[in-house]
């Protein structure tokens, strides 16, 4: 028996659930390992790096998902999915991340079509697709938060959540609602464990005139991979680390964001009655033993911190 990349349900052949599948297209019937190992992604992504407009820590690899072939093809331009294959520093990063992607969707976090798919060693590749291109050719107008702010690469973390706020004030067009938002995924990125959060991990995105909190992207559990891990990556009332529910609630959401009680309430519950579900996930997930132990392990101990 086998499990979907998809859904991390048992399907008795294949790699994808056919219900799961049709949700990225309708007529794909499959998608087919990528003909590279994961060291040869990784020293492809590192030839291809001057000519993607996203980079990071991890490799990345722009690609279009070929219907007829049911298969992923690494472009230099256009491309609709973003790849990221095995890391050799930190183990398991696309399950993870995956992981971790499924988690906030299950929060109603808004993310991307995401997933998993087989490389010619059977390591495993995550990827996504981008929220920042439409159509054939046109591009979403996109910014993340350290160009919005002055900052660049080198000096993402020199910020703070409240600065983070500030921008949404400056630049949103509902500047209320998406203070909600960033409420949640500072409550989200709390409970899983995901301390690097910085300026470039957040976005604006301006559709139909309206600007807001780009899908999320990036989100995964840092801290079961690093040494000695923070809890977050820009300070909250001048704190990364051995944050309160007092911190996080009272001073964050209704001081700083303004958030009504009620409001602040209601996501505190939303993300208390998803924890069982979380769990599941993780169980099924497609991280080996020692990583599962340890993402469930910090989910109870953030949990005892925020709903104690």
Known sequence: MNKCLLTYTPIESGHYAPEAIRKIAPALKDISPLPMDAESLRFEALARADKMSIQGVQSKLSAKLSIKDNCFEIVDKDGRYILKPQSNLYPQLPENEDLSMHLAGLVKIEVPLHGLVYAKDNSL?????????????????????????????????????????????????????????????T????????????????????????????????????????????????????????????????????????LTPKVTSNVLERFQSVLPVWRD??????????????????????????FP
Not at 153 to 166: I, L, W
């Open 125 to 185: 590749i995550y990827f996504i697709k981008r929220f920042d291109r439409k159509g054939q050719n046109d591009k979403v107008p996109t910014e993340d938060f350290a160009q919005l702010s002055g900052h660049t690469r080198e000096t993402k973390y020199r910020s703070s959540m409240e600065q983070v706020a500030g921008i949404l004030d400056e630049y949103c067009t509902f500047p209320l609602l998406e203070k909600q938002k960033l409420f949640e995924r």
């Open 187 to 258: 409550i989200f990125n709390f409970l899983i464990g995901n301390e690097d959060m910085h300026l470039k991990n957040f976005s604006l995105i301006t559709n139909d005139g309206v600007t807001k909190l780009s899908p999320a992207y990036d989100l995964l559990n840092t801290s079961i991979v690093l040494r000695n891990p923070e809890e977050m990556a820009l300070p909250l009332k001048g704190k990364k680390s051995k944050l309160t529910n007092a911190h996080l609630t009272r001073y964050f959401a209704r001081e700083r964001l303004e």
């Open 281 to 306: 996930w993780i169980e099924r997930s497609f991280l080996k033993y020692e990583l599962k132990e340890r993402y469930l392990e910090l989910l109870s101990a953030r949990e005892s911190v925020l």
